[in-house]
């Protein structure tokens, strides 16, 4: 896979640019590895190739100078997981259920909304909005796969 245009963009802080090759990316990445689809499925998310995910995340993490990236969003992610706040009012509902309310609250904390029309394309955009590839549904299970790549990367 061709990272240039995506650091090309980044360096350039061509924030929405580089939001679109992002996507584009992912989903040739999972065309490559046999996933058919427009979307990306569960099934695929957990097995994200790690040197793809890394590449794309240091990309993000470097020229945003920390800002955005995956491993950013995924720190966001686990810090309202762990935070306890949540946990009485998830006991009583369904584990699908859960996760949908944790994504409601990680899009909040992130900055997103419903529609792509609200998304914020520059530095001024709160931590961890940027890439916006919302289409992945599944982020409790994209951002374990961030989480293990990212330490296997570091071993």
């Known amino acids: 896979m061709d990272y240039f245009k995506l650091s090309y963009l980044l360096a350039l802080q061509e924030w929405l640019a580089a939001d679109q090759e992002t996507e ?21 998310l957990e097995n994200f190739p790690c040197d793809d995910l890394c590449i794309i995340d240091h990309l993000w993490v470097k020229f945003s100078n920390g800002r ?13 997981v762990n935070s306890g706040k ?3 009012d998830f ?18 904390a992130v900055g997103w909304t419903r529609t792509q029309d609200n998304f914020i394309f520059d530095l001024q955009a709160p931590i961890g909005h940027l890439p916006t590839f919302y289409q992945i549904g599944n982020w409790h299970i ?8 990212l330490g296997k990367s570091s071993d």
Do not use: H, P
């Open 68 to 80: 955005f990236g995956f491993s950013v969003q995924q720190r966001i992610y686990e810090g309202l």
């Open 142 to 149: 994209f951002f374990s796969r961030v989480q293990y790549c």
């Open 86 to 88: 949540y946990d009485n």
């Open 91 to 108: 006991s009583r509902i369904s584990e699908k259920r859960r996760y949908q309310l944790l994504d409601a609250v990680f899009f909040n």
């Open 24 to 44: 584009r990316l992912m989903l040739a990445i999972a065309e490559r590895e046999g996933n058919r689809k427009s979307w990306i499925t569960s099934n695929f």
